[in-house]
């Protein structure tokens, strides 16, 4: 089989039973309650969709008759969902720790087929014992679903390389790899895998702009433009059938009819709630009345409204970019630096504020000083503890991206830097939840890898050399 040659089943045996024992822990101690898993609007709605699918055969976010079908979910995961419902039960945390830890397999075979074994099981120990991961398992949310269809479609990606070369390089020392070891069909998987991560996920719709600089090191021109095409090809063709019944369903040609209220909300907000002087809540209000007047003015109905929100979004876009940088700036470091802690010390009832140090919202403290002194000596503890891990996964990360540079890896770099670059831009908003990043952590976790695995084998070195 495809799989075998990579490591002995043990090593996976290992690393399922650990990433998911340490994501079973809370569900067996019961943070698996409704209330906790559903800590979010958009849970809520997952949740309906997946029951009216089994229900009323329809997707639909609405709790009451007719349960028309709308496209404010993009299908896949609530499809997920109704499967999971259907098959084992309204168990779907469960269901989600399986394929958090089945996330943490691919790292590993990523990681092996680009940097190693030993630096392969560094990244995949990490990703294991990964808080974001661990909190979003638990909870009715795409990252989960999201991140392990992402990670495949790379496995398949980097499946087309040749193993590394000594200290984790590509064999050929310009940095290039061999020409394509699998079929033409490898690009129908690959854009199969990303439609429907896309359809998760609506974030990743313009992923193939950055996968294909992940086939550009390759000397095959004719294999690498084959394999693109297809790619592109089996991309769309998914995506274009869930827009031809979004129209014929809903009566407009879109991909989902929450993208621009979360342009929006999320992005237009911060620039606009800077340009006008105000808070970002009013900024958001003032944009979405002048939405519902421009709909009523141009006499469409209810279903153009995302449309018009669209377009007011990329107005107000273009006419402001430079006030655009720093509200993406500032969401992109918060969504990396903020913790994930809170939704699970939330899940076992012991966090009422929600949103943490880093937040802006809940409790009546304002300044960061009076929210640490407001918690326990046991929150303190779990921040300090996942403030100490963030660091050092950062550090290492940081470490392994200048290895991989000096190496001359060019398989490592064309694969993680654009997935990195890519979900980091879409992390850039004014609301930054430490769930936007979670698609980014396995590439993170395979530098970070490289950078242990060096720094291991340099202290082995040096106790040699001291003997």
Known sequence: MIWKHLWPPSRDLALFSLAFGVRIIPWLWGATHWDRILQSTDSHGYHQAAVNLLAHGTLSVSFTPPFAPDSLRTPVYPWFLAAVYGLFGVR???????????????????ATRLVGRRAALVAAILLALDLPSLALSMMLLTETLAVFLLLAASLFIVNLYPPPGP???????????????GPA??????????????????????LPGVVWIALLPRRNLRAVVTCFLLLVLSFSLPLAAWMVRNRVSVGVWEFSSIQGQELLFYRVSGVMARVWAVPVAEAWARLDRESRQEVQQRGLGPAHLDRIRNEIGRRYLRAHPLEYVPVMASGMVKAWVGLSIFDLLKQFDLWYRGVGLFGSGGGAERTMRERWAALSAGEQLAIGFEVIYRLIVLALGSLGLVLV??????????????????????????????????????????????????????????LERGR
């Open 405 to 462: 540079v000096i190496r001359r890896d060019g398989a490592t770099l064309a694969l993680v830097v654009p997935h990195l670059s890519y979900i980091s831009l879409t992390c850039g908003t004014v609301l930054a939840y430490h769930r936007f990043r979670a698609p980014l952590v396995p590439y993170w976790c395979i530098l970070a890898g490289v950078g242990l695995s060096w720094l291991a084998a340099l202290w082995t070195h040096e």
């Open 92 to 110: 779907p945390a469960l269901a989600q720790c399986v394929i958090a830890s089945s996330s943490v397999l691919l790292v590993d075979r990523i």
């Open 167 to 181: 200290g984790g390089a590509t064999p050929d020392p310009t940095g290039r790899v061999d020409a394509p070891r």
């Open 185 to 206: 069909w490898t690009g129908v998987v690959v854009g199969l895998l990303l439609a429907a991560c896309a359809l998760t996920r609506p974030t990743f719709l313009f």
